[in-house]
């Protein structure tokens, strides 16, 4: 399975990860051989801090078979914390590279079914709303090492350490540094690999 490979390689790394790197990984090990990057001043990050598309698409966005476009919300990507949070949303939407067929929202509907289960946690879940958990947990398993997890965590529990520091070190926004310490972290994401 394509994301396994790309957790292993993650394990084998000793710095922080890189989005390039990551980009690359996931280039080598899924059928997107391009993966294209765009901030947008149209989305409004309180709402939509980024999506994935991917091609073949005609106008207005332009994409070849394999090719996949990443937009992060600009507004989302400045200010202070802003690399933190373009590292987490990249990595989340690049994820998606690893999606299954029946994830994919291919029609309009499918995409109207997703962005519905967002604003209404009593929907059905669709395949294509798994795939985005699927990518939220998967971005954390590829951003810190499993082992680096660990240590944060023991330090953590010991009060040598705290999250804001964690979040800082990794390069992540604070909610989802929390969440790399949830004690069930392991359960959650032991499906995913």
């Known amino acids: 399975m394509p994301f396994h490979d790309l957790y292993e390689e993650v394990q084998k790394q000793k710095s922080v990860i890189s989005t390039k790197w990551l980009k690359e990984q ?3 090990l899924s059928t997107i051989n391009k993966v294209k990057e765009q ?3 149209v989305l409004d990050a309180s709402a939509l801090r980024g999506f994935y598309i ?13 090719e996949c476009l990443i937009v992060l919300s600009r507004e989302m990507c400045q200010g202070p914390l802003g690399a ?8 989340k939407e690049l994820m998606h590279v690893f999606d299954e067929e029946d994830e994919k ?18 929907k059905d879940m669709s395949p294509q709303f798994r795939a985005e958990i699927k990518a939220l947990w998967r ?3 590829v951003l810190c090492q499993e082992e680096r997890r660990l240590e944060y965590k023991r330090q953590l529990n ?5 999250v804001d520091v964690i979040a800082s070190a990794l390069r992540l926004p604070v909610a989802y540094a929390r969440e790399l310490m949830r004690d069930n972290f392991e359960i959650v994401t032991a499906s995913l690999k």
Do not use: C
Not at 84 to 91: A, K, L, N, P
Not at 110 to 117: G, V
């Open 139 to 141: 971005a954390l398993m």
């Open 26 to 28: 996931a280039i080598a």
């Open 54 to 66: 991917e091609g073949p698409l005609g106008p207005p966005v332009p994409l070849e078979p394999n």
């Open 84 to 91: 933190h949070w373009r590292r987490f949303v990249y990595t």
């Open 39 to 41: 901030w947008s001043g």
């Open 158 to 162: 010991a009060n040598e350490i705290s």
């Open 105 to 122: 929202a291919s029609t309009r509907e499918e995409f109207d079914l997703q962005i519905e289960k967002f604003g209404d946690p009593t």
